[in-house]
Structures are given as structure tokens and as C-alpha cells.
């Protein structure tokens, strides 16, 4: 992107993209973490309430929630009392790919306070594997380095101006918990977003995100806080401040992008506003999560995985 970013652009393409609309289904910690422990094998209501540690009316509301996007399935295994296990289904099963990311990523700047895998095993290979994210089209692994971006905003996914009244609070008063809350929070991917397509500046980012002043203070306070952002002054206004991606942030691109495909996808079947391109290749850029010993494309069904002990 060039120094200067199209902000009204930006703001449309942001506010009209499926990772903002899929984000304010799926954008809270909870959600991504009932599916990861589905895709670790838990099923059994109660066996999320224990691997989770989440509470049993959080627990039953994001569970209500991913029946009604069609993403799990309740079956009945127990009549009396009656007890339910929770499928992943189709569209479920599909949002593996982004949910392996973030896998990834607790392995390099996480907490290891998590029930995560300690080890995955591809059995296509058979070879304990790292996931990548990689180019559909020509199959080199791509990180944000490598993508030029387009925006096309997508008037039919139109901007909601009540969505201002339903942000969830984010603080960071309890450790890793909350700086996990934090980085798989709506607002924080689409700040890391706004920052990748070029903005830098709290005006800026306020601006393409729509984000009052106030919460948008707090919330690039626990950002820096939690080494997600850093903050300089403009080295030509000194007056201005920048804030700038970390090693962390970026970390969380691979994330964003395979959740915007899978949105794309399986979600809303609209395109993305934000069309990444693939500078080696010429090609418009489709991410797939592919094994870092062989490089096929992952599905759930061919991992198997070791749960290690959380530190
Ligand atoms: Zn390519
Ligand atoms: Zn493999």
C-alpha cells in the first residue's frame, strides 16, 4: 500500500468485507475456542464445560449460536437426564484451515496456558508438521510480504451502524486469559487488518474502523500491552504517534486471511472486499493450510495430534 491510504475506500472495504461480517458472529474467544476443542475431538457438553473451563450459560449460548450458523450439529446420546454431543458439520469442519493458525501461532507467541495439542501428526505423510499458509494457484507458502491488496467494497454486505452498541469489553486485568480474549477479539483482527492495508495513525484507524476515540484508546492500550502493536512518534511529526505491527500481529495474518476465505466461502458465498494478490505468481490470492513437510492441503481428517500438558 502506498503511504497515504484511500481512507474513505479503506472504511467501506473494512466495514463491508466477510471477516467483519464473520467476526461479528464468530469473533469472540469462546467460539474460536468451542471449535478448537471440536476439532481436537471434544463432543459431549459436559466435556467442554471441564477442557474449557468456560462457564455453563456461556457454554450452552455459544453452543445455541454455532447450531444456528449451521456450524455444529446436537445429537442426543443420553435420554434420561437428557445430554447432548455437538458435531462439527460441513461448513464446520471447513473452518479447520484458520482454526490450525491459530494453533500455530499459541505455539510461537502464546502463553502455553491453553489445552492445546503439544504435536501434530499428518497422517498423509506420516510426519509430525508445522501448518503453512500457501498459494492455491502455485503452491509457495505466502506470508503478508508476499500479497499486493485491492479493495472493491461489497454492497451486499452494508455496514451496520447499530453494531456500535453491542462491543464486548476487552480488558487485561487477568493475564493470559484475557490477552487470549484479546487477540481473537473482533475489533483487535480488524485493527491488525486496518494496520496491514496501511493505516497508522489513530485518526486513520478510527476512521476505516468507525471505532469511537474512547474505545479505540483502550483498546490499542491493551494491544501494546500485549505486544501486539507497538507505538513511535512520527518520525516526520513529531507530534504524531504511529503504531506499527509486531512479529505477534503479523503472526495473526494467516489467521485473518484463511478466516476471510473460509467466510467467503462457506458463510456469506460473497466475495472478500479485500482482494490480496500474489506478487510471485500474478494470481489472486486463495490461502490454503498446507503440511510444512509435504505441502499438501490439510483437512481435519488426516491430522492426529497429541495433547501435551498446558504449563
Ligand atoms: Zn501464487
Ligand atoms: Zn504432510
Known sequence: MSEAPDLDLLRDALSTSVLSHALKMIGDRWTMQILMGAFTG????????QRLGIPRRTLSDRLKALVHMDLMRPRLYQ???ERFAYHLTHKGMAIYEATLMTWEWELRFGEHRLALPS????RT??????PQMSCEACGETVTIRDLDMSLKPNPRLPYD???RMRTPKVTVSDGAMSHLALR???WTLMIVSAAVLGCRHFDQIAHVLRISPPLLSRRLAAMVDAGLLTVESDREDGRRRVYLLTAASRGLFPYIVLLSTWASEHLFHEPSSIRPRHKACGKAFVPRATCGHCHERLNAWDVSFQMGEPA
Open 119 to 122: 504435536r501434530l501428526v499428518h
Open 161 to 163: 451502524p447499530a453494531e
Open 42 to 49: 471434544v463432543k459431549r457438553f459436559d466435556d467442554f464445560q
Open 184 to 186: 481473537m477479539d473482533r
Open 79 to 81: 435420554e434420561r437426564p
Open 125 to 130: 505423510c506420516g510426519h509430525a508438521f508445522v
